[in-house]
């Protein structure tokens, strides 16, 4: 059964950091381009990073870039998304995306970003 479970979402003052994991099941890993989306109340969902099957390439939204590392390890099938200097428009929930062709999104955490 494929899962891909995230963690470390929660409230944070500006400025602040924050590490999101992602833990993948039932499924070869290695194999999938990850990614991490984020969707705000009353906007759509946007790509906040993504990472190839072996994390040698990374791509960004523009907003985070500088602030947010995304990686992965492997063998033990999680990728992660470290936020650093937080803003309030960081708000939102985020979710881990294991890329085409399995296509399968996590439940999403949520990151609050507030004083």
């Known amino acids: 059964q494929v899962q891909v479970v995230e963690s470390g979402g929660g409230l944070v003052q500006p400025g602040g950091s924050l590490r999101l994991s992602c833990a993948a099941s039932g499924f070869t890993f290695s194999r999938f381009r990850m990614s991490w989306y984020r969707q705000a109340p009353g906007k759509e969902r946007e790509l906040v990073a993504s990472i190839s099957r072996i994390g040698d390439t990374t791509n960004y939204a523009d907003s985070v870039k500088g602030r947010f590392t995304i990686s992965r390890d492997n063998a033990k099938n999680t990728v992660y998304l470290q936020m650093n200097s937080l803003k309030l428009e960081d708000t939102a929930v985020y979710y881990c995306?294991?890329?085409?062709?399995?296509?399968?999104w996590g439940q999403g955490t949520q990151v609050t970003v507030s004083s």
């Open positions: 995306y294991a890329e085409h062709p399995l296509n399968y």
